[in-house]
């Protein structure tokens, strides 16, 4: 069997934590077994792993995720990234695709596709072998999961149990519906897939004409920007479902998320005793004080604050539409970067200053910027410049200068913590020019 976990998400529902590129499974908002914080992705990896499946896992996702992921799981699994966004068919075609031409993956062999930021008990993942075990044995095509439902939900996806097989499938009805259905046996549907790599591979016959991962990858603008579930799943008729009756929560927003948080407060935070029922989750450097709130959470980062009702947090992407969605706080493979200003200069300019923290070990990978100017200031740690091809060795207190069209890249070999003041014509990832490793003399 091979796991597919898909990774997306536009990061709106638990803003201003979350944005574009650090999503709600990026959050190391959760705790593992020894109190040590975790992301949703670290914990489903670590869930895989504990419920005794051994299968090679790859993550499909965008390329504004890819650096993110290897920040929270280093290279414990491969990504597969799509040079697109267009739903989870696409993704999940591209990621057969990958395991079929590029893992040599058996045609007969079980391919399981989930969410990365499932919130559940192990015994959730360890339904993936009943799920292998239906794929494999019956005359399915296609294998679900259902889950038990624990009350009428108006916000979830139902599976229509049949005789023998799913009878058919119903999208967020009203309450009293769904209580109805629930009564006839109806289950929320998980988003796990399972299916054997032909199945799709077939599916993708009808879109595109195609022999190895390279053809699906660059005709992938050419496939139906629609979700699986639309796309394929009801449109077979040989889907059988096994069902989970266990623990099993959608963290979809702060209300939901902080009942399953362990602290109430993290970061420079004070909060009073007549305080109830209140988080508080600060990554700035001031303090937030917070007294005799009751039913509130107050987040506060480099995107924004926030400071709602819990139950009211549900309506919150409804109000941030329209904010600017320039991330503020990205995580990079090497480590962490942190916007502090953003300006725009009389002359229509544009000067950014960032907090940057690279960890020992990592490098910033060689690079050139087209567009404009950067002065770094090394406040702590010690490192390697690359700078057109010389090396030179840079500690706390250095002051460097590199302008526009200049190669350059950082090893580091401690620590280091640094400001980038970048000035030019614009500040985007889309002015940065990659250079290949073997154009650098070192």
């Avoid at 993704?91 to 559940?120: G, H, Q, R």
């Avoid at 229509?160 to 967020?172: D, Q, S």
């Avoid at 799709?200 to 660059?218: G, K, P, Q």
């Avoid at 937030?288 to 926030?306: E, Q, W, Y």
Wanted: charge should be negative; proline fraction near 3%; glycine fraction near 6%.
């Amino acid at each position: 069997m091979k796991i597919v976990l898909l990774s997306g998400g536009s990061g709106q529902r638990l803003w201003p934590l979350s944005n574009d590129v650090r999503s709600k499974q990026f959050l190391k908002l959760l705790h593992n077994e020894h109190n040590e914080p975790e992301s949703m992705v670290q914990r489903v990896y670590r869930q895989i792993r504990q419920s005794g499946i051994e299968s090679e896992i790859i993550i499909a996702t965008g390329k504004n995720q890819e650096n993110s992921i290897r920040n929270h799981l280093g290279n414990l699994v491969e990504v597969v990234v799509e040079p697109e966004r267009r739903d989870t068919f696409p993704a999940i075609a591209l990621a057969t695709a990958y395991l079929y031409y590029k893992k040599n993956t058996p045609k007969d062999e079980t391919v399981a596709v989930m969410p990365v930021d499932s919130f559940a008990d192990v015994s959730f993942f360890q339904k993936l072998y009943d799920l292998d075990n239906l794929i494999q044995q019956d005359d399915t095509n296609l294998g679900l999961l259902g889950i038990k439902p624990t009350y009428a939900s108006a916000k979830y996806g139902y599976i229509l149990k049949g005789n023998n097989r799913v009878a058919g499938f119903m999208e967020k009805p009203s309450e009293s519906i769904a209580a109805d259905i629930i009564a006839k046996g109806a289950m929320w549907n998980g988003g796990i897939f399972v299916f054997k790599p032909t199945y799709v591979m077939d599916i993708l016959n009808n879109y595109i004409e195609f022999s190895s991962y390279e053809d699906v990858l660059a005709q992938y603008s050419l496939l139906p920007k629609n979700s699986f579930d639309y796309e394929v799943t009801e449109k077979e008729d040989k889907i059988s479902m096994v069902e989970y009756n266990g623990f099993w929560k959608d963290l979809g927003t702060w209300n939901t998320l902080t009942e399953v948080m362990k602290k109430n407060t993290i970061g420079k935070v004070i909060t009073s005793e007549q305080s109830e029922n209140t988080h508080v989750i600060n990554e700035l450097d001031i303090p937030i004080t917070v007294l005799g709130a009751k039913n509130m959470v107050v987040v506060a980062s480099p995107d924004g604050i926030l400071v709602s009702d819990k139950i009211q947090s549900a309506k919150l992407k409804d109000y941030i539409g329209h904010l600017d969605n320039f991330p503020k706080y990205v995580e990079m493979s090497w480590g962490t970067s942190k916007v502090l200003e953003h300006n725009q200069n009389d002359d229509g300019s544009v000067c950014v200053t960032k907090s940057i923290s690279l960890h020992k070990g990592k490098e910033i990978q060689y690079h050139k910027h087209l567009l404009r100017d950067e002065f770094l200031t090394i406040i702590s740690g010690e490192g390697t410049l690359i700078l057109e091809n010389e090396k030179r060795d840079v500690k706390k207190g250095d002051i460097l200068h590199i302008k526009r069209g200049e190669k350059h890249g950082l090893t580091a070999q401690t620590d280091i913590k640094m400001i980038e003041v970048g000035i030019g014509d614009e500040i985007s990832n889309e002015d940065v020019v990659y250079i290949i490793l073997n154009e650098q003399n070192s």
